[in-house]
């Protein structure tokens, strides 16, 4: 099974990268893939033609999403605006982003509904990235009035965001009263917001940012030493949220829940949904995506009680994301995130009986050496796509997850910890706050000690 779905993963793949490279229209590819259709509807007796039929349509699938997602609407904003900035537009929709306060400015994403410029009224859609000059009382899905310029944006922005608007004057954000944002997305924003809270009260600053990059995936408070320091030992990975973050959240419920003697259907059932929450709360990440869907299809499967497979959880949720948004696949974040784990599932059972470390008799040299193999097995798996992107060849990476990833690990669960017992009692978390600081510490001190090792990094 999960040798089907990897090679249908990599046809579906090879059609993104296919559609990327050459320029064929949406209709072109419409036609091939219903012509394939059929083909293989009213298939022949042969299976071979039958394959390579099938597989033909996996792959102009791929380029069909492609190119189906980078057609816009005729209404889309983009269609109203050009990359001056001289005319003023009045537009109607509603926050679609958490808010950031940033130099006495609020920014967010703005989901058009309306769009009023030279005295004429359009019906749009798409988002726009407000600046905001009046710091305001809003929250995600506010429905607001806004009045200021707007004007495409150049490449520095990224490929999702269409317009920037600025809203300088007072009195040109106009409130409506009334909210449409989703409810189970307004939750996760409110608890990301009541845990930051407390992370930013009970730890110091340096602690603080690096406990919410680690538990929610905001860097913005990681100073730029850090942050460098950890890339080049090739442990920058453990300042953003990944699976292990969502299977922390997936196992408190279950034992939490389990505790309070909830029947196994409803454990998972609960499982998944505040996994879900998480996802939203850390901002819908590539890691976190991954590692929600692959929980997901894990969670089921208990569920539907059937044996749960963690190859095909990783290429179905690979599946899955590129299938909603396949401009994906060429995000470094989504490549680092698939290849380490990739590697890990498929790379480490073979280093694993390389070196027999079953055969290892002592517990805790055993616990070393998986330890060690698996690090090894992320490092070969990230090894070109770190040397492509960002110029480096760390050789310390393997040595510096040995000792990073366990510290990491108890920043991580201390942070949740010190979060859960500040809401059941507050005296008791200043314990789990004094030890977060300790393991900050630690990380920061072994990291700047690899760094210094000989020949730990290399430009290239």
């Known amino acids: 099974m999960s040798r089907n779905l990897a090679w249908l993963m990599l046809y579906f793949c090879c059609g993104i990268i296919f559609a990327r490279l050459i320029a064929i229209s949406f209709w072109s590819l419409y036609l091939a893939a219903l012509i394939l259709l059929i083909a293989c509807v009213f298939r022949v007796r042969k299976d071979f033609i039958n394959k390579i039929f099938f597989s033909c349509l996996i792959f102009m699938l791929g380029a069909l999403a492609l190119r189906n997602s980078c057609i816009l609407a005729k209404s889309h904003i983009s269609n109203f605006i050009s990359y001056k900035n001289n005319t003023i537009?009045?537009?109607?929709?509603?926050?679609?982003?958490?808010?950031?306060?940033?130099?006495?400015?609020?920014?967010?994403?703005?989901?058009?509904?309306e769009l009023q410029f030279n005295n004429n009224n359009h019906k749009c859609s798409g988002d726009i990235l407000v600046c905001l000059k009046e710091i305001r009382n809003l929250s995600y899905g506010d429905a607001l009035i806004l009045r200021g310029s707007a004007h495409k944006p150049f490449k520095l922005y990224g490929n999702n965001i269409y317009a920037i608007m600025r809203v300088n004057t007072p009195g040109s954000a106009i409130s409506l009263n009334k909210n449409y944002g989703w409810p189970v997305r307004r939750l996760a924003f409110y608890i990301k917001s009541r845990i930051e809270r407390i992370i930013y009260q009970r730890l110091s600053k340096l602690a603080a940012g690096i406990l919410d990059a680690?538990?929610?995936?905001?860097?913005?408070?990681?100073?730029?030493?850090?942050?460098?320091?950890?890339?080049?030992?090739g442990t920058v990975h453990i300042l953003v949220v990944s699976g292990f973050n969502v299977g922390i959240v997936a196992f408190i419920v279950l034992l939490l829940f389990k505790a309070l003697r909830f029947p196994r259907g409803i454990r998972h059932g609960l499982a998944i949904f505040c996994i879900i929450i998480y996802c939203f709360a850390t901002g819908v990440q590539a890691p976190v995506v991954r590692a929600t869907v692959m929980g997901i299809f894990f969670l089921s499967g208990f569920l539907i009680k059937r044996e749960p497979d963690v190859r095909n959880s990783l290429i179905l949720s690979a599946l899955f994301i590129l299938l909603i948004n396949p401009q994906e696949l060429f995000s470094i974040s989504f490549q680092l995130s698939f290849a380490s784990v990739a590697a890990i599932i498929f790379l480490y059972p073979g280093l694993k009986e390389f070196f027999r470390a079953e055969s290892i008799k002592s517990k805790i040299l055993r616990f070393i050496t998986e330890g060690c193999l698996v690090s090894l097995s992320a490092w070969l798996g990230t090894l070109g796509l770190v040397a492509y992107y960002f110029r480096l060849f760390c050789p310390i990476t393997v040595l510096a997850n040995i000792f990073i990833v366990p510290l990491a690990t108890l920043i991580t669960l201390s942070g949740f910890s010190m979060v859960i017992i500040n809401f059941i009692i507050p005296a008791c978390a200043g314990y789990f706050a004094y030890a977060n600081e300790l393991f900050v510490a630690l990380l920061l001190g072994v990291n700047k000690l690899l760094v210094r090792l000989p020949f730990a990094y290399l430009y290239l």
């Open 89 to 113: 537009f009045t537009v109607k929709g509603f926050i679609n982003s958490e808010l950031e306060l940033k130099d006495g400015k609020i920014s967010f994403m703005f989901a058009a509904q």
């Open 214 to 233: 680690m538990v929610l995936g905001e860097k913005g408070n990681i100073p730029a030493l850090v942050y460098d320091s950890m890339a080049k030992t």
